[in-house]
Nanobody, 127 residues
Framework: QLQLVESGGGLVQPGGSLRLSCAAS??????IAWFRQAPGKEREGVACISSSGTGKITADSVKGRFTISRDHLKDTVYLQMNSLKAEDTAHYYCAARTTAFRSQLCGIESSRWYPYWGQGTQVNVSS
C-alpha cells in the first residue's frame, strides 16, 4: 500500500509563494497529481507529472504560476506555487497511480484515475 505524505502548506499573502511536497517510498513507477478542493467546490485537478518526469499537465487556472517537478532520488514530487491568489485557497491533495517505468502518462481530468491519496495539506492565501 503506497502511503503519500504531503507537506508545505500554510498561510501566505496574495502574491506570495509556497512549495508543496509529496513524499512516499518507491514513487518511481507512479504518475503523481495534485488536486485541490475548496469548501463548497468540487475537487479540481491542478497538475500532474508522469513517472518519467517528461509528461506534465497543468490546469489553465494555474498555468504560468504553478510548476510540478519530481526528484526520483528523494522519492518526492513538488508543486511550486508562485503569485498565489485568494482563489488558490484550498486543501491540496497528492495522488498516485502505478504506471510503467518511464511512462509519459498522467492526467488531471478525473480524480478516479488515481487509487492512492494522501491526507492533504491546507493552503490559505489571505492578507
Amino acid at each position: 500500500q503506497l502511503q503519500l505524505v504531503e507537506s508545505g502548506g500554510g498561510l501566505v499573502q496574495p502574491g506570495g509563494s509556497l512549495r508543496l511536497s509529496c513524499a512516499a517510498s518507491a514513487l518511481q513507477n507512479h504518475a503523481i497529481a495534485w488536486f485541490r478542493q475548496a469548501p463548497g467546490k468540487e475537487r479540481e485537478g491542478v497538475a500532474c507529472i508522469s513517472s518519467s518526469g517528461t509528461g506534465k499537465i497543468t490546469a489553465d487556472s494555474v498555468k504560468g504560476r504553478f510548476t510540478i517537478s519530481r526528484d526520483h532520488l528523494k522519492d518526492t514530487v513538488y508543486l511550486q506555487m508562485n503569485s498565489l491568489k485568494a482563489e488558490d485557497t484550498a486543501h491540496y491533495y497528492c495522488a498516485a497511480r502505478t504506471t510503467a517505468f518511464r511512462s509519459q502518462l498522467c492526467g488531471i481530468e478525473s480524480s478516479r484515475w488515481y487509487p492512492y491519496w494522501g491526507q492533504g495539506t491546507q493552503v490559505n492565501v489571505s492578507s
